[in-house]
């Protein structure tokens, strides 16, 4: 840190991603990336675009692709915001609506840079407790000061929230903003975008990183109403206006066009977390119910960070978090079926090969 950083970032702890590491080559099922490439549109689409062109700025107002998104999920092009990967999206909602003014309600154990925004924009957070099986009760979110995050299904534990009970959350105060960040629904929950025709207090968030495999390509949007939508336009024109460059606007809408593609692949993925989750109960786990490409798991008895970097020796990357509440758990992400069975075996080297 420098002398000259200001005061009030000086406390800031941020966001700390999932290692990239360049040592070696690992089974890497730490960061929820998918297995699978980007889909053969969306590879031709790069190799048409020309290099000589990256000389001339982004369309900033990526009319373009907003129109295809439209399209593609029923909504119209004034719903649509893209951006810079959906963390931009989460970071412009805490600039737009919450600032130091408006509390930000999130589930006690969640996507990690929700608490990151919040002390970075001085926004009062609110940690609301969730159960014993670390699952989230919306009924805790129904009397809640301030607006409201959920990640849906919810990160690390892949929890779901069902359609309903966003609603009720929704209309129990319709004087407060609802952001549900749907990075992982293409694994098999269920978008609450349906309720946004309804509910103007609705912003859903999404993301081309995990069912898209674009998490290199850095491409999120968000669907709301379109005044919502006007004032994340605000924040983008105020700071950075060309948030999303050309490749990826062209990558973006030409995955639109591979729609059975991408579904092909979140079925592989569903299906190889069923097996994965299978193998793992045979070895003693116990997971959480969930519905992402990620599936988060503990061994009664065992350390979690002892497992993390056993698996990490053995070339296997997976996620550990210190928090307290949630050490003893590993969150790991669904890769192909030949990486979740290299991550089987390891683990049954590590665990003695028996459930005890
Ligand atoms: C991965 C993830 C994101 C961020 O995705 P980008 O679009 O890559 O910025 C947002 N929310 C949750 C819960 C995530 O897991």
Known sequence: MSRFLIERLRPLEEYVPGEQPRDKKYVKLNTNESPYPPSPSVIAAINA???????LYSDPTGLRLKKALAGY???????VFVCNGSDEALSFF???????????????????????FAQYYGTPYNAVPMEDDL????????????????????A????????DEIKEILESDPDRLVCVDEAYVDFGAQTALPLLADHPNLVVVRTYSKSRSMA??????????????????????????????????????????????YRENCRAIIRDREF????????????????AN?????????????????????????????????????????????????LIAELKNILGGKNE
Request: aromatic share 10%; charged share 20%.
């Open 216 to 261: 290199g390509a850095r491409l999120g949007f968000a669907f709301a109403a379109p005044e919502i939508i006007a004032d994340l336009e605000k924040i983008k024109y105020s700071t950075n206006p060309y948030n999303v460059n050309r490749l990826t606007q062209s990558a973006g809408e030409a995955a639109l066009l591979d729609g059975e593609y």
């Open 94 to 116: 805490f600039a737009a609506f919450c600032g130091t003014d408006v509390p930000i309600n999130c589930p006690e154990i969640s996507y990690g840079f929700y608490p990151v």
């Open 156 to 163: 690390p534990t892949g929890i779901a929230l069902s359609p």
């Open 294 to 342: 990620f599936i988060f798991v503990r061994f009664p008895g065992k350390d979690g960070g002892e497992i993390y970097h056993a698996l990490k020796e053995r070339g296997v990357l997976v996620r550990h978090f210190g928090l307290e509440r949630i050490k003893d758990y590993l969150r790991i992400t669904i890769g192909t079926r030949e990486e979740c069975a290299v």
């Open 49 to 55: 675009e020309s290099a000589a062109d990256l000389r």
């Open 135 to 154: 699952s989230v009760d919306h009924r805790r979110f129904l009397g809640v000061k301030g607006h409201i995050m959920i990640a849906n299904p919810n």
């Open 276 to 291: 994965t989750v299978s193998e793992l109960k045979k070895l003693g786990g116990v997971l959480t119910p969930s519905t």
């Open 73 to 79: 999920y029923g909504v119209g092009a004034e719903n």
